[in-house]
Structures are given as C-alpha cells and as structure tokens.
C-alpha cells in the first residue's frame, strides 16, 4: 500500500493523464510498480502467490460479470463506473508485464525512463507513451496496443502436446478457441499474437504466437518430456486448457523453477487426489464400510 501511494507520486503526479480513458497510465503503472517492488524486497515467489492472482482475478472477475471494455477505449459509456472497476488498475498492471516481456527488459525500462522525462507535468495520453516504445524499441507496437489497450477480450487457448519418437520431437499445438462477445459495443480481437515463454523439461523456450486459430511448434527432444510449462509466470491475460497426466502435474509442481506453475500443479494433483480417492470413498455405503 505505500509503496502504491510512492509509486502514484511519479504516475499520478507527475505523470497525469489527459482524459478519463487514459487513467491507467497512473493506476496501472503505480500497480505495475508495487508489484516491481515486492519482487525486488521480497522475492518473485511472493509476487506469483499474492499479487498477480489479485490482479488477475479481479480482471477476470470483471469480465465474468459482464463488464467488459478495453482499458483504452475510443469512446465510454459512463465515465463514473469506468474511472471505479478494475481494468485501468489491474489490467494495465497485467499488460505492462506483457509488454515487457515482449520487448525486453532494456527497451521496457529505457521506454519507462524516456515516457517519464518527456512528458513529466503535462497532460498525457496513451499515444503518447505508444510512441516513445515506438521510439525506443524500435519497433512498431501498433498491433500490440489494438490487442491488448484499444480493443478488448482475451485468448483462450487449448493446448496439446505429442511426442515423435521416430523423428525425436514434441510437437505443441495452442487453439485459439476464444467466441466474440455479440452483444459487445467495444472491438474486439480475433485472434492474439506475441512473444510467449515455455518451460520444457527445466529449459525455457520463447515462441511467437501468430494470430490465427492454430499454433504448432516444433522442438527436437531426445524423449518424450516429463514436464511441459505453458507462459511462465503467468505473463499472458489467458485462460488456458492443457490436460495433464497425475505424473505430469506431479513433475511440474517437483521440478518447474515457476512458482506460479507449481501452484496450479498442486491446485489439480488436490483435485485429482479427490476425483480418484476422496469421492469414491464417500460413495461407498455406511453399511459396507462398516461390515467390512
């Protein structure tokens, strides 16, 4: 909370936005901040068990409730409820560690710095901050900005892995399985793309996403692997489905260096614990039981 409120002095204070819609260059970014913060005073571990699924429940939360709108958007309905839920806040957070990843970690902070000076005391937009990224990175984000600020939804991914043991490679397919909203007034995205960080079997792996339905990626493994970690750490805004064996989940949540993955393994081997035991126990009759 205090550091929130230090971090609010420079993207609040000194950093101000020009219009209601951009608001999350000072609630994001302070978020985004604090979160820096508690990794650098207290470990990773603690962001990835506290903060992020705050964050990324409230998102997700919003959006299961029906409140969806991109945290940048052309035009508002009700600036009041806009200015109060969660998008700005928590959402900006969250694409700012997308961002980052995306770009890495010299032009990110380079980026942070440049937006900083330039427009210290004056009224800001989001444009603004696009065009310095632009600027530093080099790159043109304009794709980036549309998927993640200017429009809104998120990907949903099914994903499947199979192992050529004749030509010695693990083939990964990602589903983008995602429906638009029809009653959406907002754009919306068809289809996600970006950089995304695997874990396969302790080594990490980066690969682009392009956006269309279908991703599939080849990697050259001398077995089968025991552990496959889709988006470590959690970066993307995402729902995810990967079905995994008890051994699988079992060798992620012993072995992965990623919390946040070892957290949802134990999370399932729990649930799987009373899928198979638990409930099979409780079906059987008082009586048998007993008897036996």
């Given amino acids: 909370m205090e550091f929130n409120t230090l971090a609010s002095?420079?993207?609040?204070?000194?950093?101000?936005a020009k219009n209601v819609e951009d608001t999350w260059l000072a609630k994001g970014f302070a978020q985004y901040f604090e979160g820096l913060y508690t990794v650098e005073k207290n470990g990773i571990e603690e962001y990835l068990l506290w903060y992020h699924p705050w964050e990324s429940?409230?998102?997700?939360?919003?959006?299961?409730?029906?409140?969806?709108?991109p945290i940048v958007p052309e035009k508002r309905d009700n600036a009041e409820n806009f200015a109060a839920d969660s998008y700005a806040?928590?959402?900006?957070?969250?694409?700012l560690r997308i961002l980052r990843k995306e770009i890495g970690d010299k032009a990110f902070f380079k980026s942070i710095q440049h937006f900083v000076k330039q427009q210290a005391f004056k009224p800001t937009t989001t444009r603004d901050f696009q065009q310095v990224v632009k600027t530093v990175s080099g790159k043109d984000l304009q794709w980036f900005f549309d998927q993640w600020i200017y429009k809104t939804g998120h990907p949903?991914?099914?994903?499947?892995g199979v192992y050529d043991s004749q030509a010695k490679q693990y083939r990964l397919s990602i589903k983008q399985i995602q429906q638009k909203d029809s009653s959406a007034t907002y754009p919306q995205v068809s289809y996600f793309q970006g950089k995304m960080e695997l874990e396969i079997d302790h080594k990490k792996e980066v690969s682009q996403l392009k956006?269309?339905?279908d991703n599939h990626f080849i990697f050259r493994l001398p077995a089968a692997p025991k552990m496959v970690n889709l988006d470590v750490e959690q970066t993307w805004i995402v729902e995810s489905q990967f079905e995994k064996t008890m051994d699988e989940w079992l060798h992620l949540f012993l072995h992965s260096q990623d919390m946040s993955a070892r957290n949802i393994a134990m999370t399932e081997l729990?649930?799987?614990?009373?899928?198979?035991?638990?409930?099979?126990w409780i079906a059987i009759p008082s009586s048998r039981l007993f008897n036996e």
């Fill in 89 to 95: 806040k928590f959402r900006g957070a969250l694409v």
């Fill in 9 to 16: 002095q420079w993207f609040g204070n000194i950093i101000s």
């Fill in 270 to 280: 729990v649930q799987l614990a009373v899928e198979k035991v638990l409930l099979p």
């Fill in 211 to 213: 956006p269309q339905r």
């Fill in 57 to 69: 429940g409230s998102v997700f939360g919003e959006w299961n409730n029906g409140n969806r709108h």
């Fill in 156 to 160: 949903v991914f099914q994903v499947s």
